[in-house]
């Protein structure tokens, strides 16, 4: 089955930037409609979705997250990655990394078990 | 404040029915974007319940169903069970924003 596995410092300064990865297993990183994706939680609150990238290297980045984030793709090494610069206490959160369904759908099926981390000096 | 507005908690004693409202606009749900819902359990990730407003994903217990209706959509639980308590999220596409998340609501099983 699909199993996604998100890695990465779980402690970042504040100014800096955040680095995760996110490891692919049981499923085509190339696969039609299915699109890699990132989803973020603060303590306590909601969901907010980050970004995606498609294996042909589109990527789509929320409006409010843009200026801040880059996502990649390896297909080689089966992960994608998330950059979010100038990190301030707000970007405190469990990161998930997950796979969605496009194709005019967009619903996330599969989920990693999410990485918490802080921002603090 | 969420693009997508639920309540924050509802309550059902065991074996009643629930309802979770999920309330956007004509930027996303009336638009004639798809509905879904995830489960989250304590501690634990999101899990998809309810795909495409009112379709389930394999394994997901026929007690969840999903409806929508102009710009609102719904979640039903029937047959609530201890194992039900969770938080659990609405998501649709919005015209600008692109994928967007309801705040999420807490159910308790009293």
């Known amino acids: 089955q699909v199993q996604l596995q998100e890695s990465g410092p779980g402690l970042v300064n504040p100014s800096q930037t955040l680095s995760l990865t996110c490891t692919v297993s049981g499923a085509s990183i190339s696969e039609d409609n299915h699109y890699w994706s990132w989803v973020r939680q603060p303590p306590g609150k909601g969901l907010e979705w980050i970004a995606y990238?498609?294996?042909?290297?589109?990527?789509y980045y929320s409006p409010s997250l843009k200026s801040r984030v880059l996502i990649s793709l390896d297909m080689s090494e089966r992960q994608f990655s998330l950059t979010l610069t100038s990190v301030t206490a707000a970007d405190t959160a469990v990161y998930y990394c997950?796979?969605?369904?496009?194709?005019?759908?967009?619903?996330?099926?599969?989920w990693g078990q999410g990485t918490l981390v802080t921002v603090s000096s | 404040q969420s693009v997508l507005t639920q309540p924050p908690s509802v309550a059902g004693a065991p074996g009643q029915r629930v309802t979770i409202s999920c309330t956007g606009s004509n930027s996303n749900i009336g638009a004639g974007y798809e509905v879904h819902w995830y489960q989250q359990l304590p501690g634990a990730a999101p899990k998809l319940i309810i795909y495409g407003n009112n379709n389930r994903p394999s394994g997901v217990p026929d007690r969840f169903s999903g409806s929508k209706s102009g710009t609102s959509a719904s979640l039903a639980i029937t047959g609530l069970q201890a194992e039900d308590e969770a938080d659990y999220y609405c998501?649709?596409?919005?015209?600008?924003?692109?994928?967007?998340f309801g705040g999420g609501t807490k159910l308790t099983v009293l």
């Open positions: 990238i498609y294996y042909t290297g589109s990527t």
């Open positions: 998501q649709s596409y919005d015209k600008s924003l692109r994928d967007v």
């Open positions: 997950a796979r969605l369904y496009g194709g005019g759908r967009n619903y996330f099926e599969h």
